[in-house]
């Protein structure tokens, strides 16, 4: 079965520190990984995806994350964060022969001045 | 803006009574999604049309059902409502059915059971 974990519920940040918000991942097969971005009262929004090849993908607001199929992780990084960056981050997996779209239960990432 | 069209944005209502929400995906995409989000479940996938047929089910309730137009846009349709079906629900669209493609979401429908 297809699931996705983000183990924390919040991530708190100092402005200009980097940030890490973690994704753990269980599919059969190769997956593909997503992470989106939800602001209070919108949709979810598409910050990049691992489909192939090289392990770390860049996305939309400089963000990139770092898929490691050993550990089974899809980790969500920034290296400088904005007071802005702060929302709600789901991570996502879909596997090859599955329609289903699994999102993980979201971390809120608060970005302090 | 995603493209992707939901209403209405907030719709208030009373235990056992009957709802419609409608979405409107992306001009040319084929493939519509719905999920609950909730506070307690975090953000569930209800289940998938593609060009008018059912593709994919996740966790949808009995009282629940869902259908995609020739026109491509989707109604979900809540019966029975509960208290515990208040929740945010989203619709998303892509253009087609790949694994690969990312999802588009519309700004939710706000329901409260009251």
């Known amino acids: 079965a297809q699931s996705v974990a983000q183990p924390e519920d919040q991530v708190n940040v100092a402005e200009g520190n980097p940030l890490t918000v973690k994704c753990t991942y269980s599919?059969?097969?190769?997956?593909?990984l997503f992470w989106y971005v939800q602001y209070p009262n919108r949709g979810l929004q598409f910050l990049l995806k691992y489909i192939t090849g090289d392990n770390l993908v860049k996305g939309s607001y400089g963000f990139e994350a770092e898929f490691n199929k050993s550990q089974t992780s899809f980790h969500l990084k920034k290296p400088s964060a904005l007071v802005s960056d702060s929302a709600l981050y789901f991570c996502a997996v879909r596997g090859h022969n599955f329609n289903k779209f699994y999102f993980g239960s979201g971390t809120k990432l608060n970005v302090k001045p | 803006d995603s493209g992707v069209t939901q209403t209405p944005k907030h719709l208030i209502t009373a235990t056992g009574q009957r709802v419609t929400l409608r979405c409107s995906p992306r001009?040319?995409?084929?493939?519509v999604y719905w999920y609950q989000q909730s506070l307690d479940q975090g953000l569930q996938f209800l289940i998938q049309y593609y060009n008018g047929e059912e593709r994919a089910k996740g966790n949808i309730l009995e009282r629940f059902s869902a259908q995609q137009f020739p026109d491509l846009h989707s109604e979900l349709n809540l019966s029975s409502l509960e208290l515990g079906d208040s929740a945010l629900y989203f619709c998303?669209?892509?253009?087609?059915?790949?694994?690969?493609?990312?999802?588009?979401f519309g700004s939710g429908t706000q329901l409260s059971v009251l």
């Open positions: 001009s040319g995409d084929l493939s």
């Open positions: 998303a669209s892509s253009a087609r059915d790949r694994g690969d493609e990312k999802l588009f």
């Open positions: 599919v059969s097969g190769n997956p593909y």
